[in-house]
């Protein structure tokens, strides 16, 4: 087996270990019993890796298309479905493809505005998922947009960081053990670029070692901005919640905080 493929495979394992978290899940089927009157959806999930929210959403009755640029993590998607008539997966780039239309709710969760893989500039990228969920919706349809926000100061001190350490450590079904070493990251507030470095060091069943490495960046942006790209592309902003809770989302946050915006298309 190549490297590649005992990296993503191994990766895909260990991020369904740790990103097991569903609060913002059930917080996600609050907002739709709320906010539809409990109705069934024709719902779209960006990036739906293992399924972690696709599946609740299908299993609470709405019906779910969701993709993944990553057939490793909609492998464990597609085991999931079993039983599931009302979900379905597939492969597909999320900046090149066209994510088809007329969907009630277009989910856009797990941090993807912030974690966006793009070789085009980043705010373009988050600018342009934020166009396409409109294009994806009905009109009348509703943006679920959940995600870290941060202030330039809280941004510094959460991505400004040196020296070594390690995340996401476990072994995966085939017994390729491993971790992810960062060696430190700095974040700008000028551009609010935040940039990193890190490698996947694995050890494979058979004793080999295998060293993967890995640069990244990402763009911050602050609230004012997402407001702005969602009215430019025909949204209005019906809600905003803070960390999970019905506690309204200022315009003026002091520190970081999570955001889950409702938005409707105009």
């Given at each position: 087996?190549?490297?590649?493929f005992?990296?993503?495979h191994?990766?895909?394992?260990?991020?369904e270990?740790?990103?097991?978290?569903?609060?913002?899940v059930e917080?996600?089927?609050?907002?739709?019993?709320?906010?539809?009157?409990g109705k069934?959806?024709?719902?779209i999930e960006?990036?739906c890796g293992g399924g972690?929210?696709s599946?609740?959403?299908?299993?609470?009755g709405?019906n779910?298309?969701g993709f993944?640029v990553?057939e490793?993590?909609l492998?464990?998607?597609?085991r999931?479905m079993k039983?599931l008539?009302?979900?379905?997966?597939y492969?597909a780039?999320?900046?090149?493809?066209d994510?088809g239309?007329d969907f009630?709710v277009v989910v856009?969760?797990g941090?993807i505005?912030?974690?966006i893989e793009?070789?085009?500039?980043y705010s373009n990228s988050q600018k342009?998922?934020?166009?396409k969920?409109a294009?994806a919706?009905?009109?009348?349809?509703?943006?679920?947009l959940d995600y870290d926000q941060h202030?330039?100061?809280?941004?510094?001190?959460f991505f400004?960081?040196?020296?070594?350490f390690?995340?996401?450590e476990?072994v995966d079904?085939?017994g390729?053990?491993?971790?992810?070493v960062?060696?430190g990251?700095?974040y700008?507030?000028?551009?609010?670029?935040?940039?990193?470095t890190?490698h996947?060091?694995?050890i494979?069943n058979n004793?080999e070692?295998?060293?993967?490495?890995?640069?990244?960046?990402?763009y911050?942006p602050?609230?004012?901005?997402?407001?702005?790209?969602?009215?430019?592309t025909?949204?209005?902003?019906?809600?905003?919640?803070?960390n999970?809770?019905d506690?309204t989302l200022?315009?003026?946050?002091?520190?970081?905080?999570?955001?889950t915006?409702?938005a409707?298309k105009?």
């Open positions: 087996m190549n490297r590649d005992l990296a993503k191994w990766y895909s394992s260990v991020y270990q740790f990103e097991n978290q569903t609060n913002d917080f996600i089927l609050e907002i739709l019993r709320n906010e539809t009157d069934p959806q024709k719902i960006v990036a972690r929210i599946i609740p959403l299908a299993e609470s709405h779910v298309t993944d990553d490793f993590m492998l464990r998607c597609y999931k039983g008539s009302n979900v379905t997966c492969q780039n999320a900046i090149n493809s994510w239309n009630d856009l969760a941090n505005l912030i974690n793009s070789d085009m500039d342009l998922f934020i166009y969920s294009k919706l009905r009109s009348g349809g509703h943006l679920i202030i330039k100061s809280s941004a510094s001190e400004n960081h040196q020296g070594e390690s995340f996401f476990g079904e085939l390729t053990s491993g971790k992810v960062g060696y990251g700095l700008n507030p000028v551009t609010q670029i935040c940039t990193w890190n996947i060091e694995l494979t004793g070692k295998i060293i993967v490495p890995k640069n990244g960046y990402k911050i602050m609230l004012s901005e997402v407001y702005q790209w969602l009215d430019d025909g949204f209005i902003v019906e809600k905003a919640y803070r999970y809770s506690e200022s315009d003026n946050e002091t520190d970081f905080v999570r955001a915006i409702w409707k105009k």
